[in-house]
């Protein structure tokens, strides 16, 4: 898990109206729910407590992200085929992950409506629709590359997180965001590789007609380079948000060593 070196009292406070916005004992009876994206929270929280946004309303721009997260999160995960023969145990689960997942989108959508915060609630919208067209693009192989197709995974798991600290305005280069989402996929498809997994990286090189073992030298070489411009993205944070700039440096930190101890553990 990734820590701060502060104190984490307002993180588990997120984490905790989260998880109780998003309980029912129904559908956690039939499905599992998708888990909330820790990453991704501790860098939402990190970049927007820097800015002089009431405390309410980052609390809800970090709650409405989070919840869209898990909608796609979810829907991600429902089987696509309809199976006449399918029992319906399974039928009942994939109808529920469903709605559970436009349960979460419904979460985000109420929550800052009810502070008319419709510009948000455009800016997400968006963020959901440009993310859907990225997946249709990768699974259905409209890529090139493998650098595409890491480009591709990049944009579709940081767009909903670099769309609203856009709209914050706190951090100077959203691109950082992009960098450690990408050094994060790519470690991830790094350890699948390494551990015969399925890997979205090695199954649309596979297609493209490139070679399993030319990917785990490519993968550490990207991967090297990810680091030196995350290091260079921080470095460059104005003196005025040291803060931020010691956190971000403890979660790049945290992302690699997990990484490295699962691999070494695999």
Do not use: C, W
């Not at 015969?196 to 073992?213: A, C, I, K």
């Amino acid at each position: 898990m990734i820590m701060l070196p502060t104190s984490n009292v307002e993180l588990n406070k997120l984490r905790s109206l989260i998880e109780d916005k998003i309980q029912h004992d129904y559908v956690d009876e039939i499905i599992q729910k998708p888990a909330i994206d820790e990453t991704k929270l501790v860098l939402l929280y990190t970049i927007m407590k820097q800015s002089n946004l009431p405390q309410s309303t980052k609390e809800r721009y970090i709650l409405s992200t989070i919840f869209v997260q898990l909608a796609l999160d979810i829907h991600e995960i429902v089987p696509i085929k309809n199976d006449r023969n399918e029992s319906s145990i399974s039928q009942k689960k994939r109808q529920l992950m469903v709605l559970a997942g436009d349960y979460y989108s419904g979460l985000f959508y109420s929550l800052l409506s009810e502070t008319e915060d419709f510009e948000v609630i455009h800016i997400l919208a968006t963020a959901i629709k440009e993310i859907n067209e990225y997946k249709m693009r990768f699974y259905y192989n409209e890529i090139t590359s493998v650098d595409e197709a890491i480009d591709l995974l990049m944009k579709i798991e940081s767009l909903l997180i670099s769309r609203i600290l856009k709209e914050v305005q706190v951090l100077p280069e959203l691109a950082l965001i992009e960098h450690i989402i990408s050094l994060i996929i790519l470690l991830r498809e790094k350890h699948l590789l390494i551990s015969n997994d399925s890997s979205s990286v090695f199954t649309n090189l596979v297609t493209l007609g490139g070679s399993r073992q030319d990917l785990p030298t490519k993968l550490e070489s990207i991967i090297e380079e990810k680091i030196k411009s995350i290091e260079k993205y921080i470095n460059d944070i104005p003196i005025q948000y040291a803060e931020l700039k010691n956190d971000l440096k403890k979660i790049v930190g945290d992302i690699i060593e997990n990484n490295t101890s699962i691999a070494k553990e695999g």
